[in-house]
Nanobody, 121 residues
Framework: QVQLVESGGGLVQAGGSLLLSCGGS????????MGWFRQAPGKQREFVAA????????TYAQSVEGRFTISRDSAKNVIYLRMNNLKPEDTAVYYC??????????????WGQGTQVTVLR
């Protein structure tokens, strides 16, 4: 089973930037779309962004569109999330995972440990 390892989170002032990374061991991401998700305190996990296996198309949640950019390096088996102009409401634990358009959040049964992003006002 693939192990998803997220990194790059931290504490940042509002308006700042972070670059998150996600690596997979045990299995290549291959020809599967990949996504980023997040879970804020007291809230359900939600979709943030997804990228096709070729890396030529991306989808974003409305709340992050124009500020976040998802990308992938298939050769390195790594997914990235560049987050600019961060807002306090972006504070959450961020997770990566395979992305299936037919899945709801509850359909995913395997998650990594995530990486904490905290945005200060």
């Amino acid at each position: 089973q693939v192990q998803l390892v997220e990194s790059g989170g931290g504490l940042v002032q509002a308006g700042g930037s972070l670059l998150l990374s996600c690596g997979g061991s045990g299995r290549s991401f291959g020809t599967t779309s990949m996504g980023w998700f997040r879970q804020a305190p007291g809230k359900q996990r939600e979709f943030v962004a997804a990228v096709t296996w070729r890396g030529d198309s991306a989808t974003y949640a409305q709340s992050v569109e124009g500020r976040f950019t998802i990308s992938r390096d298939s050769a390195k088996n790594v997914i990235y999330l560049r987050m600019n102009n961060l807002k306090p409401e972006d504070t959450a634990v961020y997770y990566c995972n395979y992305y299936y358009t037919s899945y709801s959040i509850d359909d995913y049964d395997h998650w990594g440990q995530g990486t904490q992003v905290t945005v200060l006002r």
